[in-house]
C-alpha cells in the first residue's frame, strides 16, 4: 500500500469532523431578526405576519436587522452591545464566527 492511500482514510475522517463542526457553529450562530413595529394591522392567521414577544403581530416590513442568535441576543430580545460593537449590513456575515465559515467579510468595525 502507497503511503498516499495509507492516508486517504484520514482525510475521509477529517472532512466528516469538519462538517459536523460547521453544522454545530451553523446551529450556534443562526440568524435571528430583530423587528420594530411595521406600522399595519394583522390578524392572528396571517401568513404574512409573526408574533413578537413585546411587539404583537409583525411582518417583514418591520424587519430592522438580521443578527447573530448566540452573538447578539439575550432572553430573546438584542443585547444593547450588538447595536454598539459591529454592524449588520446584508453583504456581511451575522457574525464574526459565521464570517470565518462562510468567508464573507466580518461584521466587527475596525
Not at 492511500?5 to 453544522?23: F, G, K, T, W, Y
Not at 438580521?66 to 446584508?90: F, I, K, L, N
Request: aromatic share 2%; with cysteine; hydrophobic share 35%.
Amino acid at each position: 500500500m502507497s503511503r498516499r492511500n495509507r492516508h486517504a482514510p484520514l482525510a475521509e475522517v477529517h472532512d466528516i469532523s469538519r462538517a459536523r463542526l460547521v453544522q454545530g457553529l451553523k446551529a450556534l450562530h443562526a440568524p435571528y431578526d430583530i423587528f420594530a413595529e411595521c406600522g399595519h394591522q394583522h390578524a392572528e392567521r396571517d401568513i404574512r405576519a409573526r408574533h413578537v414577544e413585546g411587539l404583537g403581530m409583525v411582518c417583514d416590513a418591520g424587519l430592522v436587522a438580521t443578527v447573530c442568535m448566540h452573538c447578539c441576543v439575550t432572553d430573546h430580545a438584542q443585547a444593547g452591545v450588538c447595536e454598539t460593537q459591529h454592524d449588520h449590513e446584508p453583504d456581511r456575515a451575522v457574525c464574526p464566527t459565521m464570517a470565518l465559515v462562510t468567508g464573507l467579510d466580518p461584521p466587527w468595525k475596525p
